[in-house]
C-alpha cells in the first residue's frame, strides 16, 4: 500500500501563497492508476475538512469555501500532489494533511472515503 508524507508548512504572513507537497510511495504508487489524493485541514476540536481532492487522470472537486483560493496538482511523473493555497488568511492556520485510497472522485472531499493518512504538516499564518 502507499504511504504519503506531506511537507511545505511552516509560519506564513497574511497574503503569501503556500504551496503544501503530499509524496506518494510505496510499490503501487507508481502503478496504480485508481489513487485519488485529497487535501484535508484540521483545528484544534474540529473536524478533518475536505479541501480539494484529485485523482491520477486529474479531474479534481474543491470544496466551495475554499474554491478560487486553493488550486490541487499532481505530477504523477514524481508522484506529487500540490495543494496552493492563495492570499492565506488567519482561519487558514491549521494541520493540513493529505490522504489516499482507490476511490472515485466524487467522494473525494469525504474523510471517511480515504484509508491512508499522512502526519500532516502545520501552517501558521501570522
Known amino acids: 500500500h502507499v504511504q504519503l508524507v506531506e511537507s511545505g508548512g511552516g509560519s506564513v504572513a497574511p497574503g503569501q501563497s503556500v504551496t503544501l507537497s503530499c509524496a506518494i510511495s510505496g510499490p503501487t504508487a507508481r502503478t496504480d492508476s485508481t489513487y485519488c489524493v485529497g487535501w484535508f485541514r484540521q483545528t484544534p476540536g474540529n473536524e478533518r475538512e475536505g479541501l480539494a481532492a484529485?485523482?491520477?487522470?486529474?479531474?479534481?472537486r474543491y470544496n466551495n469555501r475554499v474554491e478560487g483560493r486553493v488550486t490541487i496538482s499532481r505530477d504523477n511523473t514524481e508522484n506529487v500532489v500540490y495543494l496552493q493555497i492563495d492570499d492565506p488568511r488567519s482561519e487558514v492556520s491549521a494541520t493540513y494533511t493529505c490522504?489516499?485510497?482507490?476511490?472515485?472522485?466524487?467522494?473525494?472531499?469525504?474523510?471517511?472515503?480515504?484509508?491512508?493518512w499522512g502526519r500532516g504538516t502545520q501552517v501558521t499564518v501570522s
Open positions: 484529485i485523482d491520477r487522470e486529474g479531474r479534481t
Open positions: 490522504a489516499a485510497d482507490r476511490i472515485g472522485i466524487n467522494h473525494g472531499l469525504n474523510r471517511l472515503w480515504y484509508g491512508v
